[in-house]
């Protein structure tokens, strides 16, 4: 497809498991992004790769969360021994942009998310 | 540190009224100011932007206007359609957190016919 796909779009998980989000982002782009929504919030930032390379981790909450993308395209958000506080929208968004201040920084496309439920 | 104030909702309106959403924002530098919208269902999606003071970002008969002095960047439509049934995000790119896009925490709008 045309848009950035993620997969499971739901996700239900008993605490303690481990889970795998995958962003499939629009074919050429760049920069890739995953946010987390928590019911009722604005996204919150996680991490930003440009292509393979991973330059901002620093909205990670825990090193329990891991993120790679290492052909720099498909992007993999892990998740190990969840907790409840995890439940939330993982929002995967890639931009053709570079992030440094380039015209255009900023303009993302967000795939619809994936919803993890921690019970 | 920098943040991002948008009015709280949910907002309902009636067809054809007049909607604002305020924003409100605090960071060094000038950042560039972004709206976006999630309609039901869907994606986050751009719906409008300004990149330097006194820029008006429009599109889908919505506007937004970056008044450096105020630090806003209000979102108005004159005249709403029920399809503007949304989540509407006020986000600045602030270039000193590393140029993350900042979201606020949303505004629900809801149109009645």
């Known amino acids: 497809g045309a848009g950035v796909s993620q997969s499971p779009r739901y996700k239900v998980a008993k605490r303690g498991q481990d889970v795998a989000l995958r962003c499939d982002p629009i074919s050429g782009h760049v920069s890739l992004f995953w946010y987390q929504q928590a019911l009722g919030q604005g996204p919150e930032f996680l991490t930003y790769f440009q292509n393979e390379a991973q330059l901002d981790k620093s909205g990670l909450p825990s090193d329990r969360f891991f993120a790679e993308r290492p052909e720099g395209s498909v992007s993999t958000l892990k998740i190990q021994r969840t907790q409840q506080e995890d439940s939330a929208v993982y929002l995967c968004?890639?931009?053709?942009?570079?992030?440094?201040?380039?015209?255009?920084?900023?303009?993302?496309?967000f795939g619809e998310g994936s919803r993890l439920t921690v019970l | 540190g920098n943040s991002v104030t948008q009015m709280e909702g949910p907002v309902t309106l009636s067809e054809e009224a007049f909607l604002t959403i305020n924003c409100t924002y605090t960071?060094?530098?000038?950042?560039?100011l972004f709206w976006y919208v999630q309609y039901p269902g869907e994606g986050l999606q751009l719906l409008l932007k300004a990149t330097k003071a006194d820029d008006k970002g429009s599109n889908k008969g919505f506007e937004a206007t970056y008044r450096k002095e105020t630090t806003s960047f209000h979102l108005e439509k004159g005249s709403v359609q029920v399809s503007d049934s949304a989540v509407y995000f006020c986000a600045p790119l602030i270039k000193a957190a590393g140029n993350k896009l900042t979201f606020g925490g949303g505004t629900r709008v809801l149109v009645k016919p």
């Open positions: 960071a060094t530098g000038y950042p560039s």
């Open positions: 968004a890639s931009s053709f942009i570079r992030r440094e201040g380039l015209a255009g920084a900023g303009e993302l496309f």
